[in-house]
């Protein structure tokens, strides 16, 4: 699937009514990913036309027009089926003040990758039950190392990187870093690079990253840490 099916989604949601009913250009679409009209003849559009007819038929949106005969400005209307395009099971929530900072990030990164990388490391990051016995076993953060985030999304590890970079360096960021330190085994002396621990921005992201952080350490047991643990 196309990864322009995240940005589709949200903007169809974004400019739906009151009702189910949402009006959408491929201009709107293409200006929000920083792309040019021009690319009407390019892979980019018929990436948008394939996004909305994988919709179509699975049944998340009805469509009248005829997609093939669609310019970039030609207004769209489209039906959400909200039983299936409104289910939260085995999505990621993103909310719209979410998406605008993505989109409003600098063009020197792709907004797609952008919003694929925030969306995955997003989907690692649990909301915790109030109730829950020994929370501090439980961190809303992510740490998972850079290697795994290529090897799922396909991407480059410099690309991944610009992301992240992206992402942490917002105004304000959308997610915070603590920047870990290196695990030295005392058998072989090898050195490993602790992944770095992010979090979402928001009230008490300090004690998560905390949390996360013992969390991590404890999964270095019999090893110590060199430097940036602090």
């Not at 085994?185 to 770095?196: A, F, G, H, I, Q």
Request: proline share 3%.
């Amino acid at each position: 699937m196309s990864r322009k099916f995240y940005g589709v989604y949200i903007l169809i949601g974004f400019y739906k009514t009151c009702g189910n009913h949402s009006w959408i250009t491929i201009d709107k679409i293409l200006h929000s990913y920083g792309y040019s009209t021009s690319d009407r003849k390019t892979s980019v559009f018929s990436d948008v036309i394939t996004v909305l007819r994988v919709m179509v038929e699975n049944e998340m949106i009805e469509i009248e027009s005829n997609l093939s005969k669609v310019r970039t400005d030609t207004g769209i209307e489209i039906k959400t089926n909200n039983s299936v395009f409104d289910t939260s099971k085995n999505f990621t929530v993103v909310t719209i003040e979410q998406f605008k900072a993505i989109l409003s990030l600098s063009n020197k990164v792709n907004k797609e990758n952008i919003l694929l990388v925030y969306l995955y490391v997003k989907s690692y990051i649990i909301s915790r039950k109030t109730d829950i016995p020994n929370p501090f076993d439980y961190p809303e953060a992510f740490y998972k190392s850079t290697d795994k985030i290529v090897k799922d999304l396909g991407m480059s590890k410099s690309t991944v990187n610009k992301c992240l970079q992206m992402l942490t360096s917002g105004k304000p960021p959308l997610l915070i870093k603590k920047e870990m330190g290196f695990s030295h085994s005392e058998k072989d002396k090898s050195v490993k690079k602790l992944p770095n621990i992010y979090v979402l921005n928001k009230s008490g992201y300090e004690t998560e990253i905390a949390w996360a952080k013992e969390k991590l350490l404890n999964m270095t047991r019999g090893n110590f840490i060199l430097a940036n643990t602090e």
